[in-house]
C-alpha cells in the first residue's frame, strides 16, 4: 500500500488474545479499536454515563504522527455512544496503553463487550508550529466573522 507508514504495536496481557486493531474495507481510513475489557463483566453505559475503555494494545509512533480516536458511525447512530473528546490525540511520544473516552448520548442504556469494536484509529502527519507575535493581522474578506458568520 503506497503511503503507509510503520507502526509499532504492543499487546497487553489483559488483550493477549485479541485481534490487532484492523481496517473493515480496503479503502476505510480507520482501523478498528476492540474493547479488552474482562470476559466475564460487560460494561454497561447508561444514557449520560462515560467511561474510558480499555484497549489492550500500546503504540509507538514515529516522531511527526499523531494517532486519532474517533467514533464509530455505526455505534453513534444505532446507539448514541461516541468518542467524549473526538478527536482524542495520541502524541508520538505516548507510550501507554490506548483508552477510548466513551459516552453513551442516546437514551438506552449500552452494554460494551470484550472484543466490540468501539472506536477507529486514524494516523495522521502533524505540524509542528513556530508562533511569532505581532501587532496586528492582515485583513481578509472574511474578517473577525466566526460561529456562523459564513452560512449568509
Do not use: C
Amino acid at each position: 500500500m503506497s503511503g503507509a507508514i510503520d507502526i509499532h504495536v504492543m499487546r497487553l496481557p489483559h488483550g493477549k488474545d485479541l485481534p490487532l486493531p484492523a481496517y473493515q474495507s480496503a479503502l476505510a481510513a480507520g482501523l478498528d479499536l476492540i474493547a479488552a475489557l474482562p470476559a466475564d463483566s460487560a460494561l454497561t453505559l447508561a444514557p449520560g454515563a462515560r467511561a474510558l475503555v480499555p484497549t489492550g494494545i500500546a503504540v509507538a509512533l514515529p516522531p511527526g504522527t499523531e494517532a486519532q480516536v474517533r467514533p464509530r458511525s455505526g455505534l453513534a447512530v444505532k446507539h448514541g455512544l461516541t468518542v467524549l473528546n473526538a478527536p482524542g490525540t495520541i502524541d508520538a511520544d505516548y507510550r501507554g496503553e490506548i483508552r477510548v473516552l466513551l459516552v453513551n448520548l442516546g437514551g438506552e442504556a449500552v452494554a460494551i463487550t470484550r472484543g466490540m469494536r468501539i472506536a477507529q484509529l486514524v494516523f495522521a502527519t502533524v505540524a509542528r508550529a513556530q508562533l511569532r507575535e505581532i501587532n496586528s493581522l492582515d485583513e481578509t474578506a472574511r474578517g473577525t466573522g466566526g460561529f456562523g458568520s459564513t452560512d449568509g
